[in-house]
């Protein structure tokens, strides 16, 4: 028998990508939840469609209604890091051999350049699986104006995204020499694993110590993550690696509590060419 919970997991999987937001998609799941209760049962054909609908049309309103709060956001904006150890279904939602990157960092940040309906068409269609018929019905919007939109997203996305693919292992390599370059001080090796154009983007969202503009150049980067370093040397700091957003990463800890969460974008040659620094607490405090 369906109910809720049989499909708790695919609305936060919708909820997360459509906003890049633990917190918001956790409020949009439970008032789906509300919503579905309110519901008259006599009137639901198919439960999964019906709440697919709920969580992407109030999906679509909040990303109508952070447009603006984006905009005077301070500084760069990042999407929240999520915990995707032990989660695969978070990370690949169905299993298809053309599946897309579709909960990294990057990827976020590039659905962030569709419009909130363009990006609920790709999402249901690309990630999630959903024939253009179905995703009319729950965009209320014909068939037609559907697939035009989806084959705008996606040829969007096609042309933006990275043309290569990096294994976790690779990734781990890099967070390794990384994390010794830091804490030895090396400037000459930091600068090694960094593409000469590295650019470091910094979220604290006006609440904790970040840069308040992206900064970029091999070396400039390199100094300025020794410098931020200096920052917190004087506190008793430690860092994990954990998976987030299908990728391991970095959280520094100070005092045991999160200060910061460190993600990377790697090249073609696996030198980092991105990376997304997190201090926000609103956006890091759940690890």
């Not at 939109?149 to 976790?168: C, E, M, Y």
């Not at 960094?194 to 992206?214: E, F, M, N």
């Not at 860092?239 to 987030?244: F, G, Q, S």
């Amino acid at each position: 028998m369906e109910t809720f919970e049989t499909y708790r997991s695919l609305l936060f999987s919708i909820a997360y990508r459509m906003t890049g937001s633990v917190m918001e998609a956790e409020d949009l799941v439970q008032e789906t939840y509300l919503r579905i209760q309110a519901a008259d049962a006599t009137q639901i054909t198919s439960y999964r469609a019906f709440l697919t609908t709920i969580i992407t049309r109030l999906a679509i309103n909040v990303l109508n209604s952070s447009r603006e709060r984006r905009e005077h956001y301070i500084g760069p904006w990042l999407p929240e890091p999520m915990l995707t150890a032990n989660n695969p279904h978070l990370v690949h939602p169905v299993e298809r051999d053309d599946a897309f990157d579709s909960i990294s960092t990057a990827f976020l940040l590039l659905l962030e350049t569709l419009t909130p309906l363009e990006r609920a068409v790709f999402l249901l269609k690309e990630v999630f699986d959903y024939r253009y018929e179905e995703i009319a019905q729950i965009l209320d919007r014909t068939e037609a104006a559907c697939r035009k939109l989806g084959t705008r997203a996606k040829q969007h996305i096609l042309d933006k995204r990275p043309r290569f693919v990096v294994s976790t292992e690779q990734y781990q390599r890099v967070i390794d020499s990384f994390l010794n370059a830091c804490q030895t001080g090396d400037l000459e090796g930091l600068i090694s694993l960094l593409t000469q154009d590295a650019i470091i983007y910094s979220d604290g969202g006006g609440k904790a110590v970040a840069g308040t503009r992206p900064v970029g150049g091999q070396e400039i980067v390199a100094r300025f993550i020794l410098g931020g370093l200096r920052v917190i040397a004087d506190h008793a700091y430690t860092w994990d690696i954990m998976e987030l957003n299908g990728r391991p990463a970095i959280v520094v800890r100070v005092e045991g509590k999160a200060f910061g969460v460190v993600q990377f974008e790697l090249s073609g040659h696996q030198l980092i060419d991105e990376i997304h620094f997190i201090t926000n607490p609103d956006k890091i405090g759940h690890l």
